[in-house]
């Protein structure tokens, strides 16, 4: 890891957006400081292939922050409240599903400013996407500009001048395949990723929540296979 | 506590700022849902207060969110760096300190932002001040209006029109000594409330940090004696 490079902040949850989004700050040169989050998921997979992707990759450093969201609940990826399946990606675009966590990516990236500011890196990559998930209102460009400008009033570096924070959004138009072919283009190694959000007691991705359906969709209009495995289909 | 009563989200340090804040909230007849985080500061007695006040003043909910801010470090806060000591309170106001922890109240305030959405609550209460801490970039109202219009852009209930989420800072333009009167009007138990960042082994308020300088001056300046024990000073 040469020392010269420019630092940058990428948020990594070990799903194909952020993967793909980290290999992207890579492929910039850029030495990434990679940031997931324990914050009671029930589909602990996920940060598990954030770890052995962030490995794989040479990150210059990966940290986890734990944090309680569970204590106020909300979603179904922190509750017992059912993860739905078997809805066609087209219905999964348009609402807004249960597995939302109210504010959690404005808590995601004020976690990554405030890294940025210690480590004095002036670029955020955050793998966001609006088109497979419109329902998402902390998804769209309109919410990253003013995370931005509210970034650059928020720190002591900001305010003196010495650092000018830039939340980068490569995916944030690109859909599921076009992000799969970028990925593969970069030579992600896709089978180190993890997207579902219920899987099997034995570590099978279900292949019909929200997540796996898009991530599916993708690879199928990409014309490509998804090297991970998946529980087999009931009749 | 009656269930008509409209709800507020208050962060709650434990100090003078937020206890005023809080009773100010409740002054309007807001039903408060105290928000504290224990993010590893070394003054735990701060915490504690905060405990204690919550309870003296009924508030229908106090949640504590256990987030490790020390894995970031680079706070006195947080870290081993000394707490600075017996600096005036006009150099206090000149200058960032080194117990500045970064992007801290943006971290707060997005977890205070989830919290209003779980809850409905349209109104988040926030003891900024920015006179007699100018150091501090996100104690001023240009970082709190951008942060508004952010939470707004960011949110479920903001995106569908059901909620609008308004960051209240009634102190932001007051000095200590205001902030201090406000507190006694409203029958505010000062004893129940800490400040200090370096407190002696057994409890007491050092008298010289930054934090007890700048209570002792509202004190003074109020002409109001501070009710809480102080080491004795050094000859």
């Not at 020392?3 to 949850?13: E, F, I, R, Y």
């Not at 399946?85 to 219905?91: S, Y």
């Not at 899987?199 to 019909?208: H, K, V």
Request: net charge negative; with cysteine.
């Amino acid at each position: 890891m040469s020392s010269d490079k420019s630092k940058a902040v990428v948020l990594l949850s070990g799903g194909i957006d952020s993967t793909t989004t980290l290999a992207i700050a890579r492929d910039e040169g850029l030495a990434c400081y990679a940031l997931s989050f324990d914050y009671g998921q029930r589909h602990r997979l996920e940060l598990e292939a954030a770890c052995g992707f962030a490995k794989s990759m040479n990150v210059a450093d990966h940290r986890i922050v734990k944090i309680d969201l569970r204590a106020f609940g909300g979603s179904a990826l922190t509750d017992q409240i059912d993860v739905p399946k078997g809805r066609e990606p087209e219905e999964i675009s348009r609402t807004i599903p249960v597995t939302y966590v109210p504010a959690r990516n404005t808590i995601f990236l004020s976690f990554a400013l405030s890294l940025a500011e210690k480590i004095e890196a002036e670029d955020i990559f955050f793998g966001a996407n609006q088109l497979d998930y419109s329902g998402y209102p902390d998804c769209r460009g309109e919410y990253i500009r003013a995370f931005e400008e509210m970034a650059n009033l928020a720190t002591k570096a900001g305010v003196e001048g010495r650092l000018k924070v830039k939340i980068h959004t490569p995916l944030i138009q690109m859909t599921k395949a076009e992000i799969v072919r970028k990925g593969l283009e970069l030579g992600l190694d896709f089978s180190l990723t993890w997207s579902c959000y219920d899987p099997t007691a034995d570590g099978l991705a279900c292949g019909l929540c929200d997540s796996c359906q898009l991530r599916l969709k993708g690879f199928r209009e990409a014309g490509f296979d998804d090297p991970i495995a998946y529980a087999p289909k009931k009749s």
